[in-house]
T-cell receptor, first 118, second 112 residues
Framework: GAVVSQHPSRVICKSGTSVKIECRSL??????MFWYRQFPKQSLMLMAT?????????EQGVEKDKFLINHASLTLSTLTVTSAHPEDSSFYIC??????????????FGNGTRLTVT | EDQVTQSPEALRLQEGESSSLNCSYT??????LFWYRQDPGKGPEFLFT???AGEEKEKERLKATLTKKESFLHITAPKPEDSATYLC?????????????FGSGTRLQVQP
């Protein structure tokens, strides 16, 4: 069964509004979670690393003020797309490694959030 | 910079027609190479992790192999339900970075 839950699965919003996406680890604690973005027929591109209890680490070219990440607990990370614009429309996916399985444990992914900004 | 290149971009097979997908990579000290399956509108589903050259792993009709420069995902006698996008990803060991770098995937379609 699913070990990472992501919500909502799809959202449509108007340009200029903000959207929050939640990512939960279901039966394990995750001090680190990763947020990816995927455009149609393209690869998953890492946006940022979410760290419980500290600031997120953003990849080069990703605006930290636009994509706000909060890792409030050991099982929850949120991504807020602020002042969304049509070019932010994409498939956003979170992932987390299971604790206690070493640094090369596989990442488990949520089912993604399809964001459409009109 | 870590790089992953997958080929072909798309592959159409008849049911029962075996084939292989390729993943070429360059990485700063490979910690692991991962294969995922992704269905449309879904997140990637973990298939295999390979750690060192010469390693092989199997699951049902799928078999993954690894060399120092590439990995293959062999699909034996595929069925229509094997239709999906198959993603290859690497984790670098030298940097301590846990995030994965993904290839663009191979879109596999198996026709009955």
């Amino acid at each position: 069964g699913a070990v990472v839950s992501q919500h909502p699965s799809r959202v449509i919003c108007k340009s200029g509004t903000s959207v929050k996406i939640e990512c939960r680890s279901l039966d394990f604690q995750a001090t680190t979670m990763f947020w990816y973005r995927q455009f149609p027929k393209q690869s998953l591109m890492l946006m940022a690393t979410s760290n419980e209890g500290s600031k997120a680490t953003y990849e080069q070219g990703v605006e930290k003020d636009k994509f706000l990440i909060n890792h409030a607990s050991l099982t929850l990370s949120t991504l807020t797309v602020t002042s969304a614009h049509p070019e932010d429309s994409s498939f956003y996916i979170c992932s987390a490694p299971r604790q206690g399985r070493g640094n090369n444990s596989p990442l488990h992914f949520g089912n993604g959030t399809r964001l459409t900004v009109t | 910079e870590d790089q992953v290149t997958q080929s072909p971009e798309a592959l159409r097979l008849q049911e029962g027609e075996s084939s292989s997908l390729n993943c070429s990579y360059t990485v700063s000290g490979l910690r692991g190479l991962f294969w995922y399956r992704q269905d449309p509108g879904k997140g990637p589903e973990f298939l295999f992790t390979l750690y060192s050259a010469g390693e092989e792993k199997e699951k049902e009709r799928l078999k993954a192999t690894l060399t120092k420069k590439e990995s293959f995902l062999h699909i034996t006698a595929p069925k229509p339900e094997d239709s999906a996008t198959y993603l290859c990803a690497v984790q670098a060991g030298d940097t301590g970075r846990r995030a994965l770098t993904f290839g663009s995937g191979t879109r596999l379609q198996v026709q009955p």
